[in-house]
T-cell receptor, first 109, second 115 residues
Framework: GQQLNQSPQSMFIQEGEDVSMNCTSSSIFNTWLWYKQDPGEGPVLLIALYKAGELTSNGRLTAQFGITRKDSFLNISASIPSDVGIYFCASDRDDKIIFGKGTRLHILP | SAVISQKPSRDICQRGTSLTIQCQVDSQVTMMFWYRQQPGQSLTLIAT?????????ESGFVIDKFPISRPNLTFSTLTVSNMSPEDSSIYLCSAEGASESHEQFFGPGTRLTVL
């Protein structure tokens, strides 16, 4: 079936480092969404992408919709402690969205 | 974006009982959804809550176990029936933003523990 393969599963970085994570699939999608989930909270939408090749920024976050429409990446520049959390990619399937398994970001003091 | 609230935020329940979770959106929305998130896992769609008709359930989820109501465009409930410890999870409500945008906004979740 249509699955979103998200990597890496987890990351341990130093504060101030840049972060890159990605999401791939064997299927073509029309939408890529990136969410962040803090402990005890629901996911919060960070960036939405709707066009192949589209590159969108939201503050220190940048995401791109892959040209093949089968992948997307999310970059975080100059990480800060509040970036800790789980990042999910998501995409549309039959008027619903499906989620990747998430990338858990840890920031070392 | 829509602001979504859920009640209760958490509960501890006995095996065999049922719990109804409420979801309130601050604006009228067409599409509302219910998800389950096991600890440390991703989100799994339970069903689409349709206003004025029966919910549409995903494979592996049935109406008898997870009855859903959607009486209007701002409110929905999910009931977890005849609970067992395997139902311990976070249950999340979401609503779609602009029509056909596929952007979904989530409530804070209800953390359910079944003893």
């Amino acid at each position: 079936g249509q699955q979103l393969n998200q990597s890496p599963q987890s990351m341990f970085i130093q504060e101030g480092e840049d972060v890159s994570m990605n999401c791939t699939s064997s299927s073509i999608f029309n939408t890529w969404l990136w969410y962040k989930q803090d402990p005890g909270e629901g996911p919060v939408l960070l960036i939405a992408l709707y066009k192949a090749g589209e590159l969108t920024s939201n503050g220190r976050l940048t995401a791109q919709f892959g040209i093949t429409r089968k992948d997307s990446f999310l970059n975080i520049s100059a990480s800060i402690p509040s970036d800790v959390g789980i990042y999910f990619c998501a995409s549309d399937r039959d008027d619903k969205i499906i989620f990747g398994k998430g990338t858990r970001l840890h920031i070392l003091p | 974006s829509a602001v979504i609230s859920q009640k209760p935020s958490r509960d501890i329940c006995q095996r065999g009982t049922s719990l109804t979770i409420q979801c309130q959106v601050d604006s009228q929305v067409t599409m509302m959804f219910w998800y389950r998130q096991q600890p440390g896992q991703s989100l799994t769609l339970i069903a689409t809550a349709n206003q004025g008709s029966e919910a549409t359930y995903e494979s592996g989820f049935v109406i008898d176990k997870f009855p859903i109501s959607r009486p209007n465009l701002t409110f929905s409930t999910l009931t977890v029936s005849n609970m067992s410890p395997e139902d311990s999870s976070i249950y999340l409500c979401s609503a779609e933003g602009a029509s056909e945008s596929h952007e979904q906004f989530f409530g804070p979740g209800t953390r359910l523990t079944v003893l």
